[in-house]
T-cell receptor, first 112, second 113 residues
């Protein structure tokens, strides 16, 4: 089945210790997104890639970086996690404009 | 600046009855609207969408209505089933940010047996 896969599902990191979350897709979609969701809030878009073009949201902290080495994979790097970065991180894909986004199961990040 | 608003944080409905979830938006450039369902510890699942050229779209038990003049959309679920208990997010896209979705805050729907 075509899908969006996120690894790991749960990640614990220490304050200030870099962490990488990964996302892969078998849908062959052009666009990949990273969202941050804190409990009871709307998913907040951090950035997205249209093919290799990177699009950062204006209010995404510099602490958050992303890489997309190929169509199938996209990574979220948090360079120096703070306690406020504890959240669910959702990866999504879409085929482009005016189309639904398909979400992975998310990675729950805990910062100790 | 909340461009998409779901004013009801929670809704409780009897099994078998109709559930109506509401969503308002402010950006007149939005031309595509979606509803997602989210269970705890899972990613949102796409439910149904509607383009601004339509005012209704139906898929089984789910119907989405769009009122462009009021900048309002609603999701109707009938009949409601216990498995429908989840958080529902509406989302919108359009204009310069056409590849991006703007989400509402979500409404927690509980279906009571």
């Amino acid at each position: 089945d075509a899908m969006v896969i996120q690894n790991p599902r749960y990640q614990v990191t220490q304050f200030g210790k870099p962490v990488t979350l990964s996302c892969s897709q078998t849908l062959n979609h052009n666009v990949m997104y990273w969202y941050q969701q804190k409990s009871s809030q709307a998913p907040k878009l951090l950035f997205h890639y249209y093919d290799k073009d990177f699009n950062n949201e204006a209010d995404t902290p510099d602490n958050f970086q992303s890489r997309r080495p190929n169509t199938s994979f996209c990574f979220l790097d948090i360079r120096s996690p703070g306690l406020g970065d504890a959240a669910m991180y959702l990866c999504a894909t879409s085929s482009g404009r005016a189309s639904e986004q398909y979400f992975g199961p998310g990675t729950r990040l805990t910062v100790t | 600046d909340q461009q998409v608003k779901q004013n009801s944080p929670s809704l409780s409905v009897q099994e078998g009855r109709i559930s109506i979830l509401n969503c308002d938006y402010t950006n007149s450039m939005f031309d595509y609207f979606l509803w997602y369902k989210k269970y705890p510890a899972e990613g949102p699942t796409f439910l149904i969408s509607i383009s601004s050229i339509k005012d209704k779209n139906e898929d089984g038990r789910f119907t989405v209505f769009l009122n462009k003049s009021a900048k309002h959309l609603s999701l109707h679920i009938v009949p409601s089933q216990p498995g429908d208990s989840a958080v529902y997010f509406c989302a919108a896209s359009g204009g310069q940010g056409a590849q991006k979705l703007v989400f509402g805050q979500g409404t927690r729907l509980t279906i009571n047996p």
